[in-house]
């Protein structure tokens, strides 16, 4: 039997001068990353850096053996294994002389049956795979751990071919666990660092679903993020750390784990109770968050004015550089409004999501038209892949968009007619209420956030897919008027940020994101009701500012404990 391994930090070492700069060798950076030492550590402490993989694909063996014997001087006295990438035959002359406790193949290289022949029983032997397959039949040949990848694009490896992201993990541990590999460890692996790898790994995991086993990842392989630091063992232990909260903790400071049962699938669990909201709405009307928009042009009057009303303080900013500034400031809140955007929005999207993660403050993403172009479908991919986005909000067109964004070629012919097709900006109904339920549930699971699709009637599910709370209510006048979906998105972001400063209060008992995202929708489709039946309201121009009202008068009857305007909801 291979020995226990600790895979939460797997180094890849790699040679090349790009990643290691000049001046430094493959050893010197791996010893930094052990500490220097050569000798057991007295203490209990273990290394940072759990297995050692030597990557180089253009050593002749003899040298390889030489580098296996100096590394393993490092490596040996702390109890991390050793393994050799695709050389087979190096990797037995280096067991041989106790170097070397195994390899690790791609799909390219000798199998894994053969490898253990020429290995023996106690050789560790990892295998790279990139698809639901790949994964299940390295489990079958007997690997002892699965590399999965590549999550993100990589200058380290330029064959990008199989760029899985978050989701394409999170599928190959559902395949293994359901094909009873759920024990087999796993590493991700591709342009995993020290600001991601929380979120990573935490996203990744598949946490069970109809009576399927959770699995989640034991850790992450990173070559740059190690080999390419200044202190590599530096870098290291924060690494250990941010895998560590990602398996405890969730992707951000702000994320709180649930932990209602998983339901079955067609039951509309019952909303949150409406002391839950009020303290929800009343933290709003106390704290006055900051709703931080990046945003297209085109409907900002009412946004602004609905944030407002509703008793937060709007922000426009699309620099990507202020968004550090503007995550840090108490009560912030992002929201991303993909409108209309260019690749120099993209990039500040990027670049922002990046901050408000890091701040541990929640990010609202509004995939506005986001089936109709491919360009716009590439910027999906490109925010999925950006961060955690604690809340996607979108029409049955969009949030089919950001869900068929996440899955393979073959997985999008694989889904059933309907939830496939792409569609347009008009947000006009196709899917019937199973499907859509369906829907929401499967993109909040995939991507572990809130999913709220907004039709006649909204569908919100939490993070797990477990809850999904049907809201009915609103009224038609809000589609009159322009910029009426995106402002509910601005509303979403100041109750999710208010929620957000109770979070470490005595009071966060059933405070979560699902419920701050339901507070902000009753708030605003109630307030729409209440104004449209208004005697004096003759239509969109009358009930655009009885509309204010509303929210502004709900929002201050909620602060001061009146809970009637919800309650008379039909
Ligand atoms: C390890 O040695 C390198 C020089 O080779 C040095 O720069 C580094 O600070 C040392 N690290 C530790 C933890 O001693
Ligand atoms: C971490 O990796 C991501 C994705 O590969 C990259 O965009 C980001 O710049 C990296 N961050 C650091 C600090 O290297
Ligand atoms: C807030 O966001 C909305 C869209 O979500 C946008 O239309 C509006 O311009 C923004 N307002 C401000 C003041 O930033």
């Known amino acids: 039997m291979p020995p226990k391994v600790d895979y939460s930090v797997y180094l890849v070492t790699d040679p090349t001068l790009a990643i290691l700069g000049p001046g430094r060798t493959v050893v010197e950076v791996v010893a ?152 087999v460890p796993t590493v991700c692996i591709g342009g995993v660092n020290a600001s991601n790898a929380r979120r990573v790994v935490f996203q990744s995991g598949f946490d069970g679903r109809d009576g399927q086993a959770a699995k989640a990842l034991d850790g992450v392989a990173v070559v740059s993020a190690i080999m390419g630091v200044a202190d590599p063992g530096e870098a290291a232990a924060t690494l250990a750390e941010q895998v560590r909260l990602g398996k405890t903790q969730g992707p951000t400071g702000f994320y709180r784990a649930l932990t209602t049962p998983f339901e079955s699938y067609s039951t509309l669990s019952t909303p949150p109770t409406s002391s839950a909201i009020q303290r929800i709405l009343q933290a709003l009307h ?167 699709l907004t039709g006649a009637v909204d569908y919100v599910s939490d993070s797990r897919g477990a809850r999904v709370v049907a809201v009915e209510d609103g009224h038609p006048m809000l589609g009159q008027v322009t910029g009426t979906g995106c402002s509910l998105g601005t509303t979403i972001s100041a109750t999710v940020a208010a929620a957000a400063t109770l979070r470490d209060s005595s009071d966060s008992e059933g405070i979560d994101t699902f419920t701050a995202v339901l507070a902000g929708m009753v708030l605003y489709e109630r307030a729409a009701v209440r104004a449209a039946t208004l005697p004096s309201v003759k239509g969109p121009g009358t009930f655009v500012p009885a509309f204010l009202d509303e929210l502004s008068a709900c929002r201050r009857a909620a602060a001061a404990g009146d809970m009637q305007w919800l309650e008379s909801q039909k």
């Open 32 to 183: 930094a990353a052990f500490g220097n030492k050569t000798t057991p550590s007295s203490s209990n402490e273990l290394p940072h850096v759990g297995i050692v993989q030597l990557r180089d694909k253009d050593a002749d063996a003899r040298t390889m053996l030489a580098t296996l014997a100096e590394l393993h001087s490092y490596t040996g006295p702390a109890g991390s294994p050793l393994l050799v990438n695709d050389r087979v035959d190096v990797a037995v002359a280096a067991m041989s002389r106790g170097h070397c406790e195994g390899v690790h193949l791609g799909q390219d290289d000798i199998d894994v049956a053969t490898a253990r022949k020429m290995l023996g029983p106690d050789a560790i032997i990892g295998v790279t795979a990139s698809t639901v397959d790949e994964a299940v039949t390295a489990c079958r040949d007997g690997a002892d751990y699965l590399g999965l990848g590549t999550v993100f694009a990589t200058p380290t490896k330029t064959n990008t071919k199989h760029v899985v992201g978050t989701a394409g993990i999170q599928r190959m541990l559902q395949a293994m666990t359901a094909a009873g590999f759920g024990h």
């Open 286 to 452: 106390e704290t006055t968050p900051l709703s931080h928009n990046m945003t297209n042009l085109v409907v900002q009057n009412i946004a602004a004015n609905v944030a407002l009303a509703v008793g937060a303080s709007p922000i426009m900013s699309n620099s990507g550089t202020e968004a550090a500034d503007l995550a840090r400031l108490p009560g912030s809140a992002l929201v991303i409004n993909m409108g209309t955007s260019t690749p120099e929005s993209l990039a500040n999207y990027v670049k922002a999501i990046g901050a408000y993660n890091a701040a541990g403050r929640p990010v609202v993403f509004d995939p506005v038209g986001a089936g109709a172009t491919a360009v716009r479908r590439a910027a999906v991919r490109t925010i999925l892949a950006a961060g955690y986005l604690d809340v996607i909000k979108g029409n049955e067109g969009e949030i089919q968009t950001v869900y068929l964004s996440g899955l393979s070629e073959e997985e999008v012919a694989a889904e059933p007619a309907g939830l496939a097709q792409q569609r347009g900006v008009d947000g006009s109904n196709s899917l019937d209420t199973e499907a859509r339920i369906r829907l929401v549930r499967r993109l909040a699971a995939r991507e572990k956030c809130v999913v709220v």
